[in-house]
């Protein structure tokens, strides 16, 4: 499985004047960790830098600043994060 090192400067999520940004979200994206091989295509391609890489490269979301975008989802090759409305999450 193809790595990735961090080599880059990262930006990482801050409160801003509108407060944090998850209360934004319509959509919550849920991860099945249990489908996850920890590609960390969702890690490279969140616009929010929302997803949590772990030393292992499990990943988590930041539900505090994550916008709902779906972007995650979309790019995850195992269908491991799904969209589900706000509130109605399992
Ligand atoms: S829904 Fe969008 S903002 Fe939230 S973790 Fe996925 S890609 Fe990032
Ligand atoms: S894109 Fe999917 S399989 Fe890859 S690390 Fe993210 S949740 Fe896991």
Redesign the pocket.
């Known amino acids: 499985m193809k790595k990735y090192p961090i080599i880059t400067s990262i930006s990482y999520p801050k409160k801003g004047a509108m407060g944090k940004t998850g209360t934004w979200r319509v959509f919550k994206p849920i ?1 099945d960790q249990n489908k ?8 490279i391609y969140c616009p929010e830098a929302t997803i949590i890489r772990k030393e292992d490269n499990s ?1 988590e979301i930041d539900y505090e600043y994550c916008k709902g975008c779906g972007v ?1 989802a979309n ?4 269908k ?2 799904t969209m589900v409305r706000e509130g109605e999450e399992k």
């Open positions: 991860l996850c091989v920890k590609c960390l295509q969702c890690w990943v995650c790019v995850c090759p195992t491991a994060i």
